[in-house]
Nanobody, 125 residues
């Protein structure tokens, strides 16, 4: 069982910066593709960004391209740096992990087995 622990997030004004981190539990072994998703009230969970197992391939939703940066600090630690935040970025953000050893990253909710607890990001106008 893999436990994902999220940190970061909070309240920021439009145009500001926040950073989210996602750490797999210490007992985790193996390699994982990881991703970030978000869910606003009344909406479905949507893809934000994803990275493959070694950090060599990554992708972003069109809505965050050029503003968000995903990175893997090491095999079981992933960050999401969010710049130029907009009120429409307000949501609960979830990290996800899926065992993988390919160059692919995954962009669909149903492609991930393990999920973090979620963290609130609120951007005020």
């Amino acid at each position: 069982q893999v436990q994902l622990i999220q940190s970061g997030g909070g309240l920021v004004q439009a145009g500001g910066y926040l950073r989210l981190s996602c750490q797999a539990s210490a007992s985790t072994s193996g390699t994982y593709a990881m991703g970030w998703f978000r869910q606003a009230p009344g909406k479905e969970r949507e893809f934000v960004a994803a990275v493959n197992w070694n950090g060599g391939a990554y992708g972003y939703a069109d809505s965050v391209k050029g503003r968000f940066t995903i990175a893997k600090a090491h095999a079981h630690l992933m960050d999401l740096q969010m710049s130029s935040l907009k009120p429409e970025d307000t949501a609960v953000y979830f990290c996800a992990a899926e065992p993988a050893l390919t160059r692919n990253y995954y962009t669909r909710v149903d492609e991930y087995t393990y999920w973090g607890q979620g963290t609130q990001v609120t951007v005020s106008s």
